[in-house]
């Protein structure tokens, strides 16, 4: 059975940084693209980042520049690196499998707080 955790989160000062990290139990994490999505209060999960396999990574335009998605399958571990960050970045963050999330893969993900 797959298992996702992810840590990192905290509270943070505009403009400052956090790493996120994903530790997946399980077979499925180096053959899968992984995503990094955030749910704000009110709104709708997102999608913020995602890698694949191979590495190649995208991002959404409201992170570009800002955020950096890696992964490690050797540790089975994908990482979001998140600077410059803005009040607007709060949220709880996720990690999943991307394109097609699983439903039964979402953790508690971690808090993310962006406030002077």
């Known amino acids: 059975q797959v298992q996702l955790v992810e840590s990192g989160g905290g509270l943070v000062q505009p403009g400052g940084s956090l790493r996120l990290s994903c530790a997946a139990s399980g077979s499925i994490f180096s053959i899968s693209a992984m995503g990094w999505y955030r749910q704000a209060p009110g709104k709708e999960r997102e999608l913020v980042a995602r890698?694949?396999?191979?590495?190649?990574?995208d991002y959404a335009d409201s992170v570009k520049g800002r955020f950096t998605i890696s992964r490690d399958n050797a540790k089975n571990t994908v990482y979001l690196q998140m600077n410059s960050l803005k009040p607007e970045d709060t949220a709880i963050y996720y990690c999943?499998?991307?394109?097609?999330?699983?439903?039964?893969?979402w953790g508690q993900g971690t808090q993310v707080t962006v406030s002077s």
């Open positions: 999943n499998i991307y394109p097609y999330p699983f439903p039964g893969y």
């Open positions: 890698v694949t396999s191979g590495g190649s990574v």
